[in-house]
């Protein structure tokens, strides 16, 4: 998929407040730095719609939106006097978080509408393949979960195939999430899921508890 640059998002990221900058310093006390919430972070959140709508309906958790492109994270900031206290933004690649968590430190990861790299010789890249699943698990609580939507129903299926087979139990799991009348309650669209559905792609939607240890 090709982004449109957008000139000077590099600048704006990393002069904005509203990303964490540096957050390599705060492993191992993200929760006391934002009053003992627990922590959800979206990896690969785009412009960033599901996560501020999700921080804003629930003041108790904080949240933190993901995203290695400059292009796309500038457009989630808000100006500095409507930013939401219990979110925040992470401008950096997503491979990078063991260096910023502490493990057991996140309660909950979401994965929308990641990049499918549909080839074979590419899987390992998908959020899903097992080296990055083991990554998500190392920072997730014992209770924590990981709750994954896509309309690429391919990489769905090999997701949900993927976390079977590394020990992951999938608690909730639907091939068409706005019309299933329990995990469409509440549900929050993403952009991707808005352009998505609009053109009548269903979607499908996951909820995974990490192994035991
Ligand atoms: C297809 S978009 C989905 C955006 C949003 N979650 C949605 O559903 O509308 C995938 C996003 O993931 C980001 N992304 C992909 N791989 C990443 C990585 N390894 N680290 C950080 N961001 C990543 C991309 O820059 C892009 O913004």
Redesign the pocket.
Known sequence: ?R?KHIPGSEEAVAGSPQVIHEPESLKGRWSAEFDGRPIAL??????G??ITQLAARDPQTAYFG????SS?LVKALKKDSEALPNLRFLW????GLSEVFAPGEVSVIYL????PWPKDRHAKRR?TAPGFLKKWQSLLAPEGRLEF?TDNMPLFDWSAETLKNEGWTITAITHDLHHDPVLSEGNIM????EKFSARGNAIGKLIALPPKA
């Open positions: 998929m982004l979206e990896i690969g959140c785009g412009k719609q599901f993901l995203d290695f492109y796309v950096m690649d997503a491979s929308n509408f990641s990049d959020l939507k993403t952009e991707y899921e």
